[in-house]
C-alpha cells in the first residue's frame, strides 16, 4: 500500500497553505496526498477457430461485458476502474447496473459520491437521489427482487448488492444468502485498495470520492 502511494503522490505548491485541498486529503490513518490516475483500455478478446470449437465452449470464453467508473477523490485526477457484469447468473441485476453506468434511461450513477467508506470491507456507492444511502433507485423501480444468491463473496472486488452496490475489498462470506454478487473488478484494484484507506471504521470517508463519469465498454 505504501509503494503505490508513494508511486501516486504528488505535491503542490500551495500544499501546504491553509485551506488548500489538493487531489486527496488523507485521514491520520493514510497520511499525505495522492493523485489517482489510470488510463485503462479493454483487453481484447481471445480469437478462436469456429471450426475447432463448439458453441459451448466459445460462449463459455467469450469476454463478459464491461463497464467502468472514473473516479477522482477531492477533484484531483481521474481513476478508471473497469468491471466484469455476470450476465450469464444475474441477467436482470447486470443489466441494472450497465444502464445506470450509461445513463441510458436518464438517470444513474454519473455525479455521484461513495458515500460509504469501510477499510477491510468494502466501498459503498449508488445512492445518485439522496447521497447517503437512504435513496437510489433501478431501471426496474425503486427496488427489486434479489435475483438469485449463485455467487459467493469469497474473494475481494466484488460488485455486491444491487443499484446501491458494494465494492468489496476482502472476502465477505457473511453476505451470502443477503446481497446479490453480479461482477467485479477487472482492472483497477489498486485504485479500489487506494480509496479504501480513506474510508474509517465508521464509514464516513475523509475525502470526497466522486464517480465523474461511468459507461459501458
Not at 433507485?137 to 435475483?147: L, P, Q, T, V
Request: net charge positive.
Amino acid at each position: 500500500m505504501s509503494k503505490l502511494l508513494a508511486k501516486l503522490r504528488g505535491k503542490n505548491k500551495g500544499d501546504d497553505q491553509a485551506g488548500t485541498s489538493i487531489f486527496i486529503k488523507l485521514s491520520p490513518s493514510c497520511p499525505g496526498r495522492t493523485a489517482l490516475t489510470l488510463h485503462v483500455e479493454a483487453a481484447p478478446s481471445t480469437q478462436q477457430s469456429s471450426s475447432q470449437q463448439s458453441s459451448t465452449s466459445a460462449t463459455a470464453s467469450a469476454p463478459k461485458p464491461q463497464v467502468y467508473f472514473d473516479v477522482t477523490v477531492n477533484d484531483g485526477p481521474p481513476a478508471r476502474i473497469i468491471f466484469d457484469l455476470y450476465y450469464d447468473v444475474v441477467p436482470k441485476t447486470a443489466e441494472n447496473f450497465r444502464a445506470l453506468c450509461t445513463g441510458e434511461k436518464g438517470f444513474g450513477y454519473q455525479g455521484s459520491a461513495f458515500h460509504r467508506i469501510i477499510p477491510g470491507f468494502m466501498l459503498q456507492g449508488g445512492d445518485f437521489t439522496a447521497g447517503n444511502g437512504t435513496g437510489g433507485k433501478s431501471i426496474y423501480g425503486a427496488k427489486f427482487k434479489d435475483e438469485n444468491f449463485v455467487r459467493k463473496h469469497d474473494r475481494p472486488y466484488l460488485l455486491s448488492n444491487g443499484s446501491q452496490f458494494f465494492i468489496t475489498t476482502v472476502p465477505t462470506p457473511h453476505l451470502n444468502g443477503k446481497h446479490t454478487v453480479f461482477g467485479a473488478v477487472s482492472s483497477g484494484e489498486e485504485y479500489v485498495k487506494a480509496i479504501e484507506a480513506c474510508g474509517s471504521p465508521s464509514g464516513s470517508p475523509s475525502s470526497n470520492v466522486v464517480i465523474v463519469e461511468s459507461g459501458a465498454l
